[in-house]
């Protein structure tokens, strides 16, 4: 039996889950918005909202922490320097999730996840 089990399987190995589940938060973290089903941005919010309680802290063993699970040099300072400090007066809830349909393949549920107080901005001309 299954109970209590916390985490989803996503019907992928665990060390599958794991480096898609990274590099999903390296990606949410350089481009702040990202589109995927609505059960990995379920998954993914387990993932980021702690890193982000931990960067709020700037300290070197915090650092140190991230750096082992976000491998990206450029998303470690962004985190650091630009997002965590966006977040200092906020206790949790740094992410949305947006339903914005099915896709159209296999009729699966997809959701933009996205930092709360993001910058907008843009790009058209």
Not at 36 to 52: G, N, Q, S, V, W
């Amino acid at each position: 039996m299954r109970h209590r089990k916390i985490g989803r399987h996503l019907n992928r190995t665990s060390s599958h889950r794991k480096s898609m589940l990274q590099n999903m938060a390296n990606s949410l973290i350089q481009y702040e918005i990202i589109k995927t089903t609505t059960i990995k941005a379920k998954e993914l919010r387990r993932i980021i909202e702690p890193l982000i309680t931990i960067a709020k802290n700037n300290n070197i063993s915090n650092k140190r922490l991230i750096r082992s699970r976000i491998n990206n040099k450029n998303n470690l300072i962004k985190l650091f320097k630009f997002i965590a400090p966006r977040f200092k007066n906020r206790l949790g809830g740094y992410t949305r999730i947006i339903k914005c349909g099915f896709r159209n393949g296999d009729k699966a549920p997809m959701s933009y996840i996205e930092l709360m107080e993001r910058k907008i901005t843009n790009d058209k001309k």
